[in-house]
């Protein structure tokens, strides 16, 4: 089973930066790339930031120019570094494997989540 382990998230004030870690473990996703999603009360889970398998990355308006996705294949880690965060960008950060879909955008390989990395940001 695929395991995954986000860090790095904390309280900061607005204008400041945060770099999150996932860990993945267990079943690796080999033909997948990964993303990053974002939990905010009362808004649901949404992806924010994605990686592909042969690297190419892909982000949500809300975060365009602010946030950046990278990996480590060597180290199985995905990153997102996050500057310049606004008081919206609060909420429960997940990663997942997934992949680029034709009609649907992004979809998720498997169905597991970690336990996510909680990122406050005040003004």
């Known amino acids: 089973q695929e395991q995954v382990v986000e860090s790095g998230g904390g309280s900061v004030q607005a204008g400041g930066s945060l770099k999150l870690s996932c860990v993945q473990s267990?079943?690796?996703?080999?033909?997948?790339?990964m993303g990053w999603y974002r939990e905010a009360v009362g808004y649901g889970r949404k992806l924010i930031a994605s990686?592909?398998?042969?690297?190419?990355?892909a982000y949500a308006d809300s975060v365009k120019g602010r946030f950046t996705i990278s990996q480590d294949k060597s180290k199985n880690t995905l990153f997102l570094q996050m500057n310049s965060l606004k008081t919206e960008d609060t909420g429960v950060y997940y990663c997942?494997?997934?992949?680029?879909?034709?009609?649907?955008?992004?979809?998720?390989?498997?169905?597991?989540w970690g336990q996510g990395t909680q990122v406050s940001v005040s003004a």
């Open positions: 997942a494997a997934g992949a680029p879909h034709k009609a649907l955008g992004w979809v998720r390989c498997g169905n597991h």
């Open positions: 267990g079943y690796i996703w080999s033909s997948c790339g």
């Open positions: 990686i592909t398998v042969d690297g190419q990355t």
